[in-house]
């Protein structure tokens, strides 16, 4: 994750585009049940609301906050990264992980 962003800092898109595919096939092997539809969401195919149906029980708070960035980076469709942080958005857990992936985001 550190080198996508820093990647994606640097403008370095190609890089950060190969290190965001790198994240989603970590994430597709760390939750294998949920492999197919992050696969379908990373590359924008099926619909958002299902596909998070298909991701979020499988997830955890840190799978899940994972996956909500390394999905924006792989540009998948709003709706499912909402749904994902929506599920999780009652945990506490889970917005400080957030947190501290958007705070790397956007560092100088």
């Keep these: 994750m550190d080198r996508l962003i820093e990647a994606h800092r640097r403008g370095q898109g190609a890089v950060a585009f190969a290190f965001a595919k790198c994240a989603e096939k970590l994430l597709c092997s760390a939750y294998?049940?949920?492999?197919?539809?992050?696969?379908?969401?990373?590359?924008?195919?099926?619909?958002?609301?299902?596909?998070s149906r298909q991701i979020v029980p499988h997830m955890?708070?840190?799978?899940?906050?994972?996956?909500?960035?390394?999905?924006?980076?792989?540009?998948a469709r709003q709706p499912v990264v909402r749904a994902i942080s929506e599920a999780f958005a009652g945990d506490r857990d889970f917005?400080?992980?957030q947190r501290i992936l958007c705070r790397r985001m956007f560092e100088a």
């Design 95 to 97: 917005r400080n992980v």
């Design 60 to 75: 955890d708070v840190a799978g899940a906050a994972a996956a909500v960035v390394v999905l924006m980076f792989r540009g």
């Design 32 to 51: 294998p049940a949920a492999a197919p539809a992050i696969s379908l969401a990373a590359s924008r195919k099926g619909k958002g609301a299902i596909l």
